[in-house]
């Protein structure tokens, strides 16, 4: 079975600190490894996303880096605020399909 | 989400009947997705289509079936519902013709809870 495996479970960070999410493959077919948001009652909803032929990727607060020799990746969330407090997802996969990780819930402090 | 509705938004039924979910996108995507969310175990895939009439399973489909006679509906049937079968359901959509589109919209989500 081709799996996602994403740590931790669950992060409390104070406003303005970095939380890190880190999620690990196994299938070296996989050419996209995105990463979703999900806030309560609503679907998840694409945050950013990476190719394997780069090592890092950052869209606002929002960095992706990528290890393609461990095969993991990570979400760096810088100056957090208590607005990112949600579950994030990790997933990899190709064309056809996506698998997800477990899902991160964090909290951010004010 | 825009382009992409789930109807029921929640649903209660009894053990043993069938229940059906229903996925209507606007986006003329060809592929969508049924995944169930449930605590600890992130978002499983159920089954999932690559067009008209073409589907095939996922890593948890047993108990479930799918149809898809049009491009912008997808139908999820609970055969039989039981109690292990409560859950939000997810419909997602991609059109995944570029690497750069290969990322899921995804729907509200449908509550079902089996009693």
């Known amino acids: 079975q081709q799996q996602v495996k994403q740590s931790p479970q669950s992060l409390i960070v104070q406003k303005g600190g970095i939380p890190i999410i880190n999620c690990a493959y196994e299938n070296t077919a996989f050419d996209y490894f995105p990463w979703y948001q999900q806030f309560p009652g609503k679907g998840p909803a694409l945050l950013i996303a990476?190719?394997?032929?780069?090592s890092e990727k950052k869209e606002g607060r929002f960095t992706i880096s990528f290890n393609k020799s461990a095969k993991q990746f990570s979400l760096h969330i810088m100056d957090s605020q208590p607005g990112d407090s949600a579950t994030y997802f990790c997933a990899a996969g190709s064309a056809r399909q996506l698998t997800f990780g477990s899902g991160t819930q964090l909290t951010v402090l004010p | 989400d825009a382009g992409i509705t789930q109807s029921p938004r929640h649903k209660v039924t009894e053990t043993g009947t069938p229940v059906t979910l229903r996925c209507h996108q606007t986006?003329?995507?060809?592929?969508m997705y049924w995944y169930r969310q449930d605590p600890g175990h992130g978002l499983r895939l159920i089954h999932y289509s690559y067009g008209v009439k073409d589907t095939d399973k996922g890593e948890v489909s047993d108990g479930y079936s799918v149809s898809r006679s049009k491009t912008e509906d997808f139908l999820l049937t609970l055969e039989s519902a039981t109690s292990s079968q409560t859950s939000v359901y997810f419909c997602?959509?991609?059109?995944?013709?570029?690497?750069?589109?290969?990322?899921?919209?995804f729907g509200s989500g449908t509550r079902l809870t089996v009693v």
């Open positions: 990476i190719r394997p032929d780069v």
């Open positions: 986006e003329n995507h060809r592929y």
């Open positions: 997602a959509i991609s059109d995944r013709t570029q690497p750069a589109n290969y990322g899921y919209t």
